[in-house]
DNA sequence: AAAACTGATGTAACGCGTTACATCTCTATT
DNA sequence: AATAGAGATGTAACGCGTTACATCAGTTTT
């Protein structure tokens, strides 16, 4: 192959020294004369070299890459979990490959067997596959044959299976329904259904778990056909309340999956003159950017965004460097309330609108 | 350096063939015996084997990566358009780092000469810099002292000056407004303002400029107290909107920036019990997914995001592969209008909020 | 003055897949 | 039977940065 750039063997040459000098000016190891630090350096200007990451990761067997799959970067949630990721892996000197699955199994497997040969450094993995309770078991297998001993940080997910480096990264969305209750309890409701989402996809299940665990801990009334799954789209909330407003008795707060379900809903009852938060509360979860949009703006808990991807960076790090995760591989991190207009205490009276 | 996968020489061994066999497996080059194939075949399989890519990068000078460089994936301009790319890149067996700028100028050029130490086969520009009048110069000069001879394409932006191996690939924002002009004019409005955005931003200036030209097309009046420049948030819409109330005399319909800027618009006119349509049409850009969360929802021009990300992508290759992109270089597509409720006739009598 | 040591620099192997070229076997042609 | 040609496979160099080890000059120690 015609070779097009200059390497470290051209700068060596045109400075009259070995690679090796070179290379240790390049990498400010070793000893090197001052004097030849200051021709190697002005001749790498001169030539604008620099050198091959390439050949330098097949060597040290480090490529300063890493990978991220996740299903669909269009979600709001995904993109800004992505950017703290890549803002913390700058420390770490780390660029990053990005692979959207469109939540297609297939093509899950297809990406990580590319960023395999790719010899990315470590592997983050989010939602998809690892948010599902079926194939779970099939991708381990995967890791376990092609990506180990690379290291894998799953982010608010999960493995069905033992995969020997893996470490993960939740916001703890069963602490935060509890902390959802809490707030729609004390605002006085007593009857709280929950909309959006779907069986079998842990976001799902954690949150309808907590909803029944807390009954024990909270005063409230909550009935299967005040739950309504669909998905995690804003017509998903629109299907979804729809769905719930047939009902005979109806709930005065409602809990959604995340913040699209939530818009859905809560749109869904101003256009049927049905007022948020008067006659319903809506809650949401993820602070995603349209929780501000809507009018009510959603009052929603928060994903601990920056902490998510600066602690996965991090444990994927330290299993690169092989130190010890001092025991805690797996850390579930606080959501937060914020508080905007679509909760208020419930009407006393009947529904207007009924 | 320890080696702790298996090469391809040990695959050559477990089989008792050389390397090259092993190779022309691989790569289905080559004349190999139907036996002898099956036999290395089974051996990949039993092993795991994955070829390394950065062996075979260094070699082919080639790596079936490209960057992609943007200001913010959490944009959801962006983030669409990133996706599409991908999706198109698919075809090709390239693999996308993503880098974000955070419309950081320094942050752009340390991502620029990383992507170009990773020997990226190609780069994708968009947003940011190329964007920008200032500073643009010097952006060129990088990717001619580092980049060169590496193929560029700028989606929806611009470089202030020669780079060599550099094609485009925009949305025509001229012609847009013209169409929401005709729109707008169609409807009856004849004082139509502008909101958002800033001066010396390529998606602002096109879209002023725009606006004076197409005076002489349609009849309509613009005045420059009508035109209230911003950001490109929501906030930044609440605020232009706020400013353009000052005003003694009012347009009828409004152009927004795009449409994080028209929710903000929107919003801050529902507030004020102002209606929209009813007293002020207000149209959005770029299709945004905000643009059916917003009651009303809001018409908008949108990118052919699909083909702005498959475009690109082929022209990259196009370059990749010296495939002569038989004299055009730079492409300019249409957007088109989608309308949903934000635009309506003008009122005749006095606005009912005044 | 010899020995020991420090600092600077060079040599060459290594990591791993690819491919030009060489070699060898076997069939087909005349 | 001799030659040409096709098919299969091997050898080794290559791309490029890194580093263990060797070498050599110059300085310090005794």
């Keep these: 192959m015609k070779k097009v750039k200059v390497s470290i063997r051209d700068i060596a040459k045109e400075c009259n020294v070995s690679v090796a000098t070179v290379s240790r000016v390049l990498n400010n190891s070793g000893a090197v004369k001052e004097e030849t630090r200051r021709l190697v350096q002005s001749v790498i200007e001169r030539y604008n070299y620099r050198p091959n990451e390439l050949a330098r990761g097949l060597f040290t067997q480090r490529t300063k890459s890493i990978g991220v799959i996740l299903p669909e970067i269009t979600s709001h949630f995904f993109a800004k979990v992505f950017l703290e990721i890549e803002k913390a892996s700058i420390e770490y000197e780390q660029t990053v490959f990005l692979c959207n699955t469109l939540s297609d199994n297939a093509l899950q497997d297809f990406y990580t067997l590319r960023l395999s040969e790719k010899q990315v450094d470590g592997l983050l993995l989010l939602g998809g596959r690892v948010n599902e309770t079926k194939t779970n078991v099939q991708y381990v297998k995967l890791l376990k044959d092609y990506i180990f001993p690379t290291p894998v940080v799953i982010i608010n997910g999960k493995l069905d299976g033992y995969y020997d480096r893996c470490a993960s990264v939740s916001s703890d969305e ?70 719930l407003l047939k009902e005979k008795e109806l709930p005065t707060a409602i809990i959604s999956i995340n913040d699209e379900v939530a818009a859905g809903v809560i749109n869904t009852c101003i256009s049927k003159g049905i007022k948020v938060p008067g006659d319903f509360s809506v809650l949401g979860f993820d602070d995603s950017s349209i929780s501000t949009i809507t009018m009510p703006g959603i009052t929603t808990l928060a994903h601990p965004y920056e902490e998510l991807g600066s602690i996965a960076v991090n444990f994927l790090n330290n299993m690169i460097n092989e130190k010890p995760l001092k025991d805690v591989t797996n850390i579930s991190l606080k959501m937060s309330l914020v508080e905007r207009e679509s909760c208020a205490a419930p009407r006393r009276s009947i529904r207007s609108w009924k």
């Design 174 to 243: 069963h602490e935060a329904m509890f902390q959802a209750l809490d707030y729609l309890t004390g605002l006085g409701h007593r009857k709280i259904g929950f909309l959006g989402g779907k069986r079998g996809i842990m976001s799902t299940d954690i949150k309808l778990k907590a909803l029944d665990e807390a009954k024990s801990s909270f005063d409230y009334e909550m009935r299967e056909e005040w739950i309504k799954l669909s998905s995690y789209t804003y017509q998903g909330g629109v299907n979804a309340m729809n769905e």
